[in-house]
């Protein structure tokens, strides 16, 4: 039965890869039928963050280790990009290969010694280490400590990802992130990688067994999903035009990279996306109509929001749709 | 740099490390217990700290005097946290670690959000207290009699909590703690002692934020800072372990007290970091830890 409702793995992964060309062109076309400027902000943070949860999600999903730093890497990639442009006048075009390379370092030099740590002692560690970066930076004057830097822009250009008012290009940068980090996990979870991983998420002795190494698949897990997370950064910076260790460092952030992925579905292929689809949006939409009105309740809303869905859905939000097509499958069965 | 000086910065942050201590033994405590780390308990800080407040300027009854009766609200709120929020989550059968982490998570940003809701975000204190602007001299060394008596309550406390083990309910506690599912067998009833327990370490942090109402500012995120160093305290002292918590806990606040004098106070919290770092590498499960 179970064979039957989910296909062989093969017609599994077809069905997905032509599911996500179909998301992609919908939400190419999306931005056509939302004339709104404010929405059309709305959207392209929402596939950042779908963008950096699926980063996030191949670590901290596919291989278990729960990391609350990755803001670290968002960081690494925010500034690098940035220090590029404003000092040495390098594209972010090449920034966009520094910040991932230098934040995919970052990951994979954090995970030497975290990995030696277990369960909740992994999790305080990468939490430490973030909030550590997060106040040297804040008083390293070469990179204007607290104040923070300033993109300044010249003209509309996509060699330094420079756009005014137009929001049109940045939603298609940031849909080629979200898509782009999407193809990197769907290759993962079809890959030798993708088992080894899941092997060690789901049992450390019974993959050690099989003859699985366990430090370098974490390493390698923490790189991809560090460097994926830079890049992410690198294009955030672009995109506000200015960054300072609260934004681009902070615990928060690192809380919030890692939520939608919760939310929406940990350690699968379309949560992160969904936990962004709904998370993001609530988040912005409550603030705007809330916060301003009386200070707080955006805060009580999105608060209780997360409180109802990991109650409501502890598997996230994925198994609103996976227990559909289960039951279609029962029904044609 | 005299020695004087040294010294009373080293004593002033030994007792804010009984401050930290306090936090984090609630936060060890349910941990310990149940394997949840309460990411609500900065706010359940602030909760504390605001309920002192209210109360002293309703009825002006000292915030020293309030601590029985804050602490037991906040025991209440406890209760009450894992009856309607963390129960549900132990049935869950994927990922329960990661539902738990968020939905205190979530409690504590409907807290803090409800804080500024009601408070707004300025700073306040409580200006007029028992203890309030009195300071203790010992030879040269003078410290702050705030400072001074929420050590001495911290020190308490601990007492209390090691006291607890030696009690029938402290007994309770341990065997839940050694095995959930096998005390059913010898009438204990787990729900109970699970409630109780997050009862506990909610009142430990609430006696805590009646001590620093004292002479710390009040704010919606005040929270945020202690539980930051608590889950650093806890993991450096042992999960699970109280004895770990009270000697991580006078640890962070030495080197807290040591780095801001010597290094730079905006940087205090990396000498804490580097501590913990530093031991992390030596004993991955901290000072103490068994788990």
């Known amino acids: ?333 | 740099m005299s020695a004087t000086l040294i010294a009373q910065v080293a004593i002033g942050g030994l007792l804010m490390g009984l401050v930290y201590a306090v936090v984090a033994a609630g936060l060890s405590l349910i941990f310990g217990l149940m394997d949840v780390v309460n990411f609500a308990h900065g706010a359940l800080l602030m909760v504390a700290m605001y309920a002192t407040l209210l109360i002293h300027r309703a009825t002006g009854i000292d915030p020293l005097l309030q601590l029985p009766l804050v602490a037991a609200l906040l025991f209440g709120a406890g209760v009450a946290i894992y009856r309607g929020l963390i129960a549900r989550t132990l049935s869950v059968r994927v990922n329960a670690g990661m539902v738990q982490i968020f939905v205190t998570f979530g409690l504590s940003i409907f807290l803090v959000g409800a804080a500024e809701f009601l408070f707004g975000s300025d700073f306040q204190s409580i200006n007029t207290s028992l203890l309030g602007g009195h300071s203790l001299a010992f030879g040269a060394i003078v410290l702050p009699l705030p400072l001074v008596a929420s050590g001495i309550v911290a020190l308490f406390v601990f007492l209390g909590l090691a006291l607890l083990s030696r009690t029938e309910f402290g007994q309770a506690l341990e065997a839940t703690r050694e095995d959930h599912e096998a005390v059913a067998l010898i009438g204990i009833d787990r729900d109970r002692v699970f409630g109780i327990g997050w009862g506990i370490g909610t009142a430990s942090v609430g006696i805590a934020g009646v001590m620093l109402a004292n002479f710390y500012y009040i704010a919606p995120d005040v929270g945020t800072n202690f539980a930051l160093i608590a889950y650093v305290t806890v993991a450096l002292g042992g999960f699970g372990s109280i004895f770990g918590a009270l000697v991580a806990g006078l640890m962070i606040g030495l080197v807290e007290a040591l780095t801001a004098l010597f290094i730079d106070p905006a940087l205090k919290q990396i000498g804490i970091f580097m501590i913990y770092l530093a031991v992390l590498m030596i004993r991955p499960r901290g000072l103490f830890g068994q788990i």
């Open chain 1, 1 to 333: 039965m179970a064979g039957a409702a989910r296909g062989t793995l093969t017609m599994r992964r077809r069905r997905e890869i032509l599911l996500g060309a179909a998301i992609l062109v919908f939400l190419a076309l999306l931005p056509l039928g939302v004339g709104n400027v404010y929405l059309r902000g709305l959207i392209v943070l929402t596939l950042l963050y779908a963008g950096l949860a699926q980063a996030w999600n191949i670590l901290g999903g596919y291989c278990g280790q729960i990391s609350l730093g990755h803001a670290l890497y968002f960081g690494i990639g925010a500034y690098t990009s940035t220090l590029l442009l404003t000092r040495l006048g390098v594209s972010p075009l090449f920034g966009m290969f520094a910040g991932g390379v230098l934040s995919g370092g970052a990951a994979f030099l954090v995970g030497l010694p975290c990995f030696r740590l277990s369960g909740h002692y992994y999790v305080i560690a990468t939490l430490v280490i973030g909030m550590m970066v997060a106040l040297l930076a804040a008083n390293w004057d070469f990179i204007n400590a607290a104040q923070g830097i300033t993109i300044p822009f010249h003209q509309e250009s996509w060699t330094d990802l420079a756009f005014r008012t137009a929001i049109l290009p940045f939603h298609y940068v940031m849909l080629a992130y979200a898509a782009l980090i999407w193809l990197i996990a769907w290759l993962i979870e079809g890959s030798r990688w993708g088992f080894f991983w899941r092997a060690v998420k789901d049992d450390v002795a019974a993959a050690r067994s099989l003859g699985i190494s366990i430090y370098p698949s974490k390493l390698a897990a923490a790189a991809i999903s560090g460097a994926a997370t830079g890049i992410g950064g690198v294009l955030y910076a672009h995109y506000i035009g200015f960054i300072d260790p609260d934004s681009t460092l902070d615990l928060s952030l690192s809380v919030l990279i890692a939520l939608p992925a919760v939310v929406g579905g940990i350690g699968t292929l379309w949560g992160p996306l969904l936990g962004a689809a709904v998370l993001i949006p609530v988040q912005q939409l409550s603030v705007a109509w809330l916060g301003s009105a009386a200070g707080g309740i955006d805060l009580m809303v999105y608060g209780a929001l997360i409180m109802a869905l990991a109650l409501a859905r502890p598997e996230g939000l994925v198994s609103f749709f996976q227990g559909r097509a289960r039951e279609e499958a029962a029904d044609h069965g």
